[in-house]
C-alpha cells in the first residue's frame, strides 16, 4: 500500500490530535512536523517517532518527499503557510475557520483553485455520522422544506479560558453550526443579528448568541457558551435540531451517550470525535483525515466541503460579531 507522506504544521493541542489521527490511518506516513517551539517539537517528534522536524514552515515546504500537510496553527495564522503550501505543490488540509479576514479566506480560496494539490477545510461535523445521516435524510426530502433550526455548543469554563484570548465562541464554534446549517439547508443567510456577554477577564465574551435569516427565508438560533461550570459531567453539551413542513430531526452529541460513575464523581468522555478505541485513535477526525489521505492516493478531487462553503460559514460568523458589536442587524 502506497502512503501518503503527510506533515503537520502547528503543534498545539490540536495539532498533537492531528498527529495521533494521522498515525491511525494504515496508508499515511506522519513524515514531518513543524512548529516554532524547538522543545515542543522535539517532544512530538519522539512520541511518534518523526525524524523529519522543523521550526519553519518554508523548510518543511521544501521537503520534495512531502506530499501533505495539515496546518493547525490558530486561524490568524493560516493565511501564509497555507498559501504556501499550496503555492510548494502539496495537498493542503486547513482546519476551520479558514482564516479571520475575508481578503483572508478569498485569497485561499482563489489560491486553493490554481493549485494542483488538493485543498480541504476541517469542518469535522460533516464527518460526525449523525450529522451526516441527518444530511442524507434531509437530502432524501423526508422532513421537507427546512424552517428552524436551532444549535447548541456549550463548552466547560476551563476549556473557554484556554482559547478566548485568541478567538471568541462565534467564529470559534457556531462556525461549527453555521457550516452545517448551510449544508443541510442549501441556502444562505441574508442577516445576522448577534449578542454576546463576557464574564471574565479574556479579550473576548464568554458566550455568544446567534440569529440567522435564511436566504430560503428559514430562521436559525445558535448558542456558544464557553463558560459552563467546569464540574459539569461533560466537556461539550452539543445539539441541533431541525423543523421542516413534513417532520424534524434532533441530534444530540456527545452528552451523555456514554456516562461513567466513580468514586471520583460522573463523566461523560467523548464517543464521537476523537476517542480512543483498542490503543487507537477513532472517531470524526481520523475519518476525516482518511477520507483527505485517500481522496490523494485516489486522485479523486474531495467533495465534501468545497473552499467556498467553509469561506461562506466565516462570512457569516464575521458578520454575527459585527452585528454582537454594534447591537445592529447586519445584512449579508
Known amino acids: ?15 498533537e490530535k492531528h498527529c495521533e489521527a494521522l498515525a491511525a490511518i494504515p496508508n499515511v506516513e506522519l513524515h514531518a ?8 517539537l522535539g517532544e512530538i517528534q519522539k512520541k511518534f517517532g518523526v525524524s523529519k522536524g522543523f521550526t519553519d514552515y518554508r523548510a518543511m ?3 520534495a518527499e512531502l506530499e501533505a500537510v495539515s496546518i493547525t496553527t490558530m486561524w490568524d495564522q493560516h493565511t501564509a503557510p497555507a498559501l504556501a503550501s499550496l503555492q510548494a505543490g ?3 488540509f486547513l482546519e476551520k475557520p479558514m482564516a479571520s479576514t475575508l481578503a483572508d479566506c478569498d485569497a485561499i480560496v482563489d489560491a486553493a483553485h490554481a493549485a494542483k494539490g488538493f485543498f480541504m477545510v476541517g469542518h469535522i461535523c460533516r464527518f460526525n455520522p449523525r450529522y ?22 456549550n463548552l466547560q469554563a476551563w476549556v473557554g479560558a484556554s482559547v478566548l484570548d485568541k478567538i471568541g465562541p462565534i467564529i470559534g464554534d457556531c462556525v461549527h453550526d453555521t457550516d452545517l446549517m448551510f449544508w443541510f439547508s442549501g441556502s444562505r443567510a441574508i442577516s445576522a443579528y448577534a449578542q454576546t456577554v463576557k464574564v ?7 458566550l455568544g448568541q ?17 463558560c459552563l461550570p467546569n464540574n459539569s459531567p461533560f466537556q461539550i453539551d452539543e445539539r441541533l435540531e431541525v423543523v421542516g413542513t413534513e417532520g424534524s430531526i434532533s441530534i444530540h452529541d456527545t452528552h451523555p451517550n456514554l456516562m461513567i ?30 477520507y483527505f489521505a485517500n481522496c490523494i492516493a485516489s486522485g479523486v478531487k474531495p467533495t465534501v466541503i468545497t473552499a467556498e462553503e467553509s469561506r461562506e460559514a466565516v462570512r457569516a460568523c464575521l458578520a454575527a460579531e459585527q452585528s454582537a458589536a454594534t447591537g445592529q442587524v447586519v445584512k449579508l
Open 61 to 63: 515546504l521544501a521537503d
Open 200 to 206: 471574565g477577564s479574556h479579550a473576548n465574551p464568554d
Open 1 to 15: 500500500m502506497k502512503k501518503v507522506k503527510y506533515g503537520v504544521l502547528g503543534l498545539g493541542w490540536f495539532g
Open 210 to 226: 446567534v440569529m440567522y435569516r435564511l436566504a430560503n427565508s428559514a430562521s436559525c438560533i445558535l448558542e456558544s457558551v464557553w
Open 261 to 290: 460513575v466513580d468514586k471520583d464523581g460522573v463523566r461523560c468522555p467523548d464517543t464521537t470525535y476523537w476517542p480512543r478505541i483498542h490503543g487507537h485513535l477513532q472517531g470524526a477526525l481520523r475519518d476525516e483525515l482518511a
Open 132 to 153: 451526516a445521516a441527518a444530511k442524507q435524510e434531509i437530502a432524501a426530502g423526508k422532513i421537507g422544506k427546512i424552517i428552524s433550526m436551532y444549535s447548541r455548543r
Open 33 to 40: 512536523v513543524c512548529t516554532r517551539n524547538p522543545e515542543r
Open 90 to 92: 502539496k495537498h493542503v
